[in-house]
């Protein structure tokens, strides 16, 4: 199953990021200046929700300055540091004298003092430093925005070395919180990025297991079903954590490659999970339906049923149990609804001769749903 399973893990950082190459060369124009012969800093924010890829373009964009520094005989040193896990502005600081492998001055400094310290060592090295400060709204949150303050006003000083920003946060709400000189000083580029949409975050899947996985361990639809398992949420993270977690039980269980139901017992596995328990919720059509796609699903490895398919199985089984089928747009709005509420995933198929049509995959094990559904009969 894996070639280099370690490229599925969080801390790894991708060779290829798909959807996110323009937002990097973005980043890039904003801190070239960094690289000419007279290097100047520059200031940009990076707002975007959970799982967008923040993270991963701030460790991107510290690596392509080095790169080129090196090129163009410019030093750059690029430090990352995570404000909620280096909490308050002297771990914030301590983080970069240990990054930069500087000595760290024998007796504790104040804040002031170490700020002064990294800048003349800085200096002394002929080095512009980038200071990535993920998740910023935390240290502001916590410690106010002295910090901010003091790092804005360094490139007023006195030959300054140049210190580049790069702030990082899910939203600038927290910016509203920063003393009003200090947020003037701030206010340069914002690079936004959008929440990936489903087609994308297929994508992303699909490199992601180029780069970790066997050739031929996940097929094109069981990527759809991993994509469109995270809800509307476009969290690249939750999507790799499941394309890990499902090629760790196709593994374990020997197959030589990812089925649905091994992404249906991931998801299990992960918030938000769809209990069994709310089937007993469901009204007895929307129960049908749901029944209809496990029954069809759980015989065959395949990921996703038709609308067609499922409307035929779903009459069936009405007549089975006696009830009188709903119309074809109840259906489809009972489908929406079950997808709203985590039970269903829906795909878009690619263009045939009768046009688009959606398919809807199962983000639960079909045979657990069986077992549920006639238990409950
Ligand atoms: N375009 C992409 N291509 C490949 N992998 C990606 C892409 N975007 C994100 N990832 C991966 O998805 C995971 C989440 O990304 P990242 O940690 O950068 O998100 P984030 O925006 O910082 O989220 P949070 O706000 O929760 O910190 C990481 O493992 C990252 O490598
Ligand atoms: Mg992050």
């Not at 992303?204 to 361990?217: F, Q």
């Not at 476009?234 to 089925?259: F, P, Q, T, V, W």
């Not at 999970?273 to 007993?280: D, G, K």
């Amino acid at each position: 199953m894996f070639v280099e399973e370690y490229k599925l893990l969080p801390d790894y950082l991708p060779s290829r990021i798909p959807h996110r190459e323009e937002d990097l060369e973005r980043l890039f124009k904003v801190f070239s200046p960094m690289l000419s012969p007279t290097p100047t800093p520059a200031t940009s924010f990076m707002v975007g929700a959970v799982g967008s890829g923040k993270t991963m373009l701030a460790r991107k964009i510290g690596e392509k300055l080095e790169d080129e520094g090196r090129r163009n005989g410019v030093i750059v040193k690029a430090v990352t540091v995570n404000c909620r896990i280096d909490r308050g502005p002297s771990s914030v600081l301590n983080r970069v004298v240990q990054s930069l492998g500087l000595s760290f001055p024998k007796r504790g400094y104040e804040v002031q003092e170490t700020l002064r310290f990294i800048m003349d060592e800085l200096r002394q090295l002929r080095a512009c430093l980038l200071l990535v400060l993920d998740e910023v709204d935390s240290l502001v949150a916590s410690n106010g925005s002295s910090l901010l303050y003091s790092l804005a006003r360094i490139n007023e000083t006195v030959n300054p070395p140049p210190l580049s920003l790069l702030l990082v946060t899910k939203d600038l709400k927290f910016f509203w919180e920063v003393d009003a000189s200090t947020r003037s000083s701030l206010q340069k580029v914002v690079i936004r990025l959008a929440p990936y949409t489903e087609g994308q975050l297929y994508n992303i899947i699909l490199s992601r297991a180029e780069e970790a996985l066997r050739p031929g361990a996940l097929g094109a639809d069981t990527a759809r079903l991993i994509a469109g398992s995270g809800g509307d949420s476009g969290d690249a993270r939750y999507a790799i954590e499941l394309l890990y977690r499902a090629a760790k039980i196709a593994d374990y269980s020997g197959a030589d490659r990812i089925r649905p139901v091994d992404v249906q017992e991931a998801r299990n596995s992960l918030p938000p999970q769809v209990s069994l328990e709310e089937l007993s919720y469901l009204t007895k059509h929307e129960r049908a339906i749901l029944l209809a796609a496990a029954q069809i699903l759980s015989p065959t490895e395949r990921a996703f049923v038709s609308t067609g398919e499922l409307e035929a199985e779903y009459r069936s089984l009405c007549a089975s149990l006696n009830l009188k089928p709903y119309k074809h747009t109840m259906v489809w709005m009972v489908v929406q609804n079950l997808k709203a509420r985590g039970f269903f995933v829906t795909s878009q198929s690619g263009k045939g001769r009768r046009g688009r049509t959606t398919l809807i995959g199962l983000n639960m094990p079909p045979h657990d749903v069986i077992r549920s559904c006639s238990g409950g009969r």
